[in-house]
């Protein structure tokens, strides 16, 4: 099977957490899947942005990016995080190649029309899975950063749920994994929805029941019309075999 999986947020601040989602997917290629990983660093650019005195700010869960955000964004993204998880993978004996959406035009960007505007935010306009599946010939994981170059030669940040979506429809992929690290979507009433229909998607993101970081991964399904998988990381790790009491 083709995977591909998103990974953010705790999964990337916690080591523990990370080690046991790196073993899975390794697991995963071992077993015969082949598994592309997009991943995002919100948290780790929020902090990068404030150790260089600079506030973030968030419009329906997009962050407002103007050119030096961009250009940090580029470093902290494509850079720090994504070597990282190169490097998690390999600690593991699963080989991985590191990328950002620019590198090889693998995913070009237009600018996302918005208002107000959000600056160098963009959306995924064109893709080329060539690279991704060269790398899976070789029975490696190719890791790929949310940045994205647009037709313009400008690099433009992509939220990484959108860029996972488009992944995953530029590889013919059998699975969109989401690990977040929030137990799910949550009805009016608070509890955690075991399921969602795509035409309910629309109805609770107008009713504000739907909002912030998961408004962006529901509505890139809806727009996509095929179904994915939300995992919290405790969860994923358990249904992988690779649970263990301290990551708690």
């Known amino acids: 099977m083709k995977y591909v999986i998103k990974l953010g947020g705790a999964g990337l601040e916690n080591p523990t957490l990370l080690q ?25 650019l929020t902090k990068t942005l404030a ?16 050119a030096e955000t961009r250009d940090t964004a580029l470093m902290v993204l494509a850079g720090r995080v994504n070597k990282g998880l190169v490097a998690a993978l390999g600690a593991v004996g699963q080989p991985a190649i590191g990328l950002s959406g620019g590198d090889g035009l693998m995913f070009r960007a237009r600018k996302k029309r918005t208002d107000p505007d959000l600056g160098f935010v963009g959306e995924v306009a064109a893709s080329d899975p060539r690279w991704i599946e060269a790398i899976w010939q070789l029975q490696g994981v190719p890791v790929i950063s949310s940045m994205a170059l647009g037709f313009d030669g400008e690099y433009y940040n992509i939220n990484a749920d959108e860029m996972a979506a488009a992944c995953a429809t530029a590889c013919h992929a059998d699975a969109l994994v989401f690990l977040t690290d929030v137990p799910g979507v949550r009805a009016a009433n608070g509890e955690v929805m075991r399921w969602l229909s795509i035409d309910q998607i629309a109805e609770m993101a107008k009713s ?40 708690a």
């Open 20 to 44: 046991g989602c790196v073993r899975a997917i390794a697991n995963l290629v071992q077993d015969g899947n082949q598994v592309a990983v997009v991943h995002g660093g919100g948290i780790q």
């Open 51 to 66: 150790q260089l005195g600079k506030e973030s700010e968030f419009i329906n869960g997009l962050r407002v990016t103007d």
């Open 208 to 247: 504000a029941v739907i909002s912030g970081g998961m408004l962006p991964k529901l509505s890139c399904q809806r727009r996509r019309r095929r179904c994915c998988r939300i995992y919290a990381l405790r969860e994923f790790l358990k249904v992988q075999k690779l649970w263990w009491p301290e990551a």
